[in-house]
């Protein structure tokens, strides 16, 4: 099925409807974001996680679809992207625009702040930069930051509406992705609210966190700890509620007309009359 044009207030919907699908049945998709977030933590682990984020994304798609339709999921699911070579290829493909994206960025970074910069940051890697490096690094960072946001927003809508195409319509990852590009054309409206959302929830969270951050900060040798902690917590629960309103998305832009959604009552029976 080729995609809706749907309305732009659907966005702001996504958003609120992640919200009361989570509230409503929290597992096993918190688990899943939970270990998605220590992946990003770990040492090692963090450069596979990236690699194949959005393997485990699909994972997890599944998963939300199962629940939708009645069915028993667990923990177990969390690596269905895995378990089929060309859905393992599909969702890989996918991913490939986030991985070059990256590395994008990275060079894009190196290069503004310079050979002593940059080596000043390697050399205080695993420790806190001091305050004079944080000083002369954050206007540079935060000029590069906002001219590669509106590439990283695109790429990131690409992906949010390729994943579930890949995994529950059995796309292949490159017409996945052409699919997703269509699909954001005829939807800007309603990426732009649900951008805007995401962005407003995550400033909302970024300042409730800075709260108990601050407290943490005094807890002498646990603070380090702590924060993380804090950290993975909210990066677990963001994570739970952005993979909630891809499965929504799909949902509203690609599911086939002939499958009601799982929120839709079933229509009533027709009267038949005799003669």
């Known amino acids: 099925m080729s995609h809706r044009k749907i309305p732009a207030s659907r966005g702001l919907y996504w958003c609120l409807e992640a919200w009361r699908n989570f509230k409503a049945s929290p597992q096993p998709v918190l688990s899943m974001a939970m270990w998605l977030s220590l ?17 485990f994304y699909g994972g997890v798609i599944s998963t939300l679809h199962k629940k939708a339709l009645g069915e028993k999921s667990s923990i177990g699911d969390f690596f269905n992207g895995f378990k089929t070579l060309p859905r393992f290829l599909g969702l890989f493909m996918v991913g490939f625009p986030t991985v070059l994206f990256a590395f994008f960025s990275s060079t894009v970074l190196m290069n503004a702040l310079g050979p002593d910069a940059a080596k000043a940051l390697t050399d205080t890697a695993g420790q806190p930069p001091s305050k004079e490096l944080i000083n002369a690094i954050a206007p540079v960072l935060l000029d590069v930051m906002l001219k590669l946001l509106p590439i990283g927003i695109v790429i990131g809508w690409v992906i949010f509406l390729a994943v579930p195409r890949v995994m529950l319509d ?12 269509r699909a954001i054309f005829s939807n800007l409206g ?12 995550a400033f909302i969270a970024s300042f409730l966190l800075a709260i108990p951050l601050a407290f943490l900060a005094g807890a002498g040798p646990l603070a380090g700890i702590l924060q993380t902690f804090a950290i993975v917590f909210i990066c677990t629960l963001g994570w739970a509620l952005y ?25 009533p029976p027709e009267a038949q009359i005799e003669v």
Request: proline share 8%; charged share 10%; hydrophobic share 65%.
């Open 39 to 55: 992946g990003v933590f770990l040492p090692v682990l963090n450069f596979f996680m990236v690699i194949l984020i959005t393997v």
């Open 170 to 181: 059995r796309r292949l990852g490159l017409l996945a992705l052409w699919d997703a590009i």
């Open 190 to 201: 309603a990426m732009l609210l649900f951008t805007a959302g995401i962005m407003l929830a």
């Open 243 to 267: 993979l909630n309103a891809m499965y929504i998305a799909w949902r509203d832009i690609f599911m086939s007309d002939a499958i009601a959604p799982p929120t839709d009552n079933p229509p």
